[in-house]
C-alpha cells in the first residue's frame, strides 16, 4: 500500500478490531493500544487530540464471544 493510503487510512480511522482466538491473545491488546496510542499521538498529534480512538479485541470462540473496548483519551 502506498504511502499516501496508509496516511489517509489513518487519518479515518475511527477504531480497530482484533480478532483473537485464545484468552492469552487479550493479553497484548492493552500493550497494542498503548503502541497505537503513541503512534498516533506522535504521528498524527491533532487527530489524537480531537478524536477518540477505539480498540477492539474479539475473542473467536464458538462458545462465548467477548469484546474488549478501550477508549483513548484526549490529550
Known sequence: M??????DFI???DSITLYV???TMLDTI???SQHLK???TNK???IAKTRKHKI???LQ???SRLKVSQMFPNN
Open 2 to 7: 502506498p504511502v499516501e493510503h496508509v496516511n
Open 11 to 13: 487519518d479515518n480511522l
Open 21 to 23: 482466538n485464545s484468552v
Open 30 to 32: 492493552n500493550i497494542v
Open 38 to 40: 503513541v503512534l498516533i
Open 44 to 46: 498524527y498529534e491533532n
Open 56 to 58: 477492539h479485541a474479539v
Open 61 to 63: 470462540n464458538p462458545c
